[in-house]
Nanobody, 125 residues
């Protein structure tokens, strides 16, 4: 069974940091792009960041560029999202997702078929 399992969410004060983890399983993801999306209450799910599993190339939304870092640990088969300088507007459920690299990166959630269950991030002011 192919799965993506997120962890690491929580409550943090503005200016603080959190690291989210995504554990993919059930297949080899070496030819995939791994991405993080987020969805705040009443808003659509939006792109946060993505990484190519094979070469480590990264992509970020303008709203998180310079504050968030996406990475992958090939040995541990894990994907991370390091979030620094968090703001209240970063509050959302964060989802890990994957897409075959040959299809390129999609900035809309409709471009991804495989999703984790999400992890809540709450940033207090």
């Amino acid at each position: 069974q192919v799965q993506l399992v997120e962890s690491g969410g929580g409550l943090v004060q503005a200016g603080g940091s959190l690291r989210l983890s995504c554990a993919p399983s059930g297949r080899t993801f070496s030819s995939y792009v791994m991405a993080w999306f987020r969805q705040a209450p009443g808003k659509e799910r939006g792109f946060v960041a993505a990484i190519s599993w094979s070469d480590g190339n990264t992509y970020y939304s303008d709203s998180v560029k310079g504050r968030f870092t996406i990475s992958r640990d090939i040995a541990k088969n894990m994907v991370y999202l390091q979030m620094n300088s968090l703001k209240p507007e970063d509050t959302a459920v964060y989802y890990c997702t994957a897409r075959p690299a040959r299809l390129g990166i999609a900035l809309l959630p409709a471009g991804y078929a495989l999703w984790g269950q999400g992890t809540q991030v709450t940033v207090s002011s």
